[in-house]
């Protein structure tokens, strides 16, 4: 029978709100807590080549993050982020060991897939478990998706994701593309769902994703409370409960409102996160979500305002957030009303 895996990035994706700095003891904590809640993948942070700290969950050794997994289980694995576009180098990974990581991630921009071939196929070379998460998945048609598949799947990854980096995917779009994954996908390979939440669809996109019902184990992704970047992520108390309710799993939902007790609301009452009406705009643009807390916190503008500059965005200056374009746009909005 096909499982439903639940894959926890708070750690990772949640750090982009704190710089990852949850601090050396809070990161054992959560990690335990994770742990004992169930959930079946664990991520512990990003790989990079850039300077340490024990209280960052950034690791430039990625056996540095060993020491968080306190007791390799059959039925969970453990997971880091690294990326194509700051590619940590392949000489510095270490193979992987029997009580290492199991499993890196890699986000995989368009422009970059003949490298990014290369570099995952190194990675699986290595002994670890590869996912392939391409980044801003909308940007693809349903070909060019299926042709981009079908390229990591012949280097046989353990799942390869819909990325919704922008959270503008609605539940007919973002079927449509796990359909034609799964349509070239052997079924041995994991489908993944990585959703955020600009216009509030992640719980209901994740959902209609289990309901499916594919012949393939499947994984999504969430975080406790959401925390993530501007409207934040799939909330995985919600989903958990979702599970249990439907499908007769067990996580342990108190354990996640104990993770945001004791850690998240504190981070949460420094930097909100959550739907508001700027993240909207820039979903409703394909916009990098940073936008809408810059234009509003650093420029002061108005919702209309916003959704009127942005729209004048070139599509470079809409992928990657480019602060010193921002007050030409302004100006250049202005000068036309």
Not at 102 to 123: M, T
Request: proline share 2%.
């Amino acid at each position: 029978m096909s499982k439903c895996l639940l894959l926890d990035c708070t750690l990772r994706d949640g750090g982009y709100i704190n710089n990852w700095e949850f601090g050396d003891k809070a990161i054992y904590d959560i990690c335990s807590k994770l742990e004992d809640a169930g959930v079946d993948i664990l991520e512990l942070g990003f790989l990079r080549d850039e300077t340490y700290s024990s209280n960052r969950v950034v690791w430039n050794d990625i056996q540095l993050a060993d020491k968080y997994i306190s007791k390799k289980d059959s039925n969970r694995l453990y997971a880091v982020m690294g990326e194509i576009f700051n590619p940590f180098p392949l000489e510095k990974l270490k193979p992987k060991s029997e009580t290492s990581i199991d499993i890196i991630r890699i986000i995989v921009w368009k422009r970059l897939i003949p490298e990014a071939l290369n570099y995952c196929k190194a990675i699986i070379d290595k002994g670890y478990k590869l996912c392939v998460q391409p980044d801003r998945v909308n940007q693809y048609t349903l070909e060019e998706f299926k042709d981009m598949v079908s390229k990591f799947a012949a280097i046989n990854p353990y799942a390869i994701y819909v990325v919704d980096s922008n959270g503008l995917l609605c539940k007919k779009r973002l079927l449509e593309y796990l359909n034609t994954a799964d349509s070239v996908l052997s079924k041995n390979i994991k489908l993944g769902y990585h959703g955020h939440n600009n216009l509030l669809q992640a719980v209901g996109t994740a959902e209609s994703f289990r309901e499916l019902e594919l012949d393939r184990d499947i994984i999504i992704d969430g975080t406790v409370r959401g925390i993530g970047r501007s409207s934040g992520n799939l909330n995985i108390e919600l989903f958990a409960k979702y599970l249990n309710d439907n499908f007769k799993t067990n996580y342990k939902i108190r354990n996640f409102i104990e993770i945001y007790d004791k850690y998240i609301h504190s981070i949460y009452e420094k930097s909100q996160w959550g739907y508001s009406m700027e993240t909207f705009i820039t979903a409703y643009h394909d916009c990098n979500p940073n936008y809408a807390y810059i234009l509003k916190n650093d420029y002061h503008l108005t919702a209309r305002e916003i959704f009127d500059v942005i729209s004048l965005f070139n599509e470079k200056d809409k992928v990657i957030t480019n602060r010193d374009a921002i007050q030409s746009y302004i100006d250049k909005y202005r000068n036309m009303k």
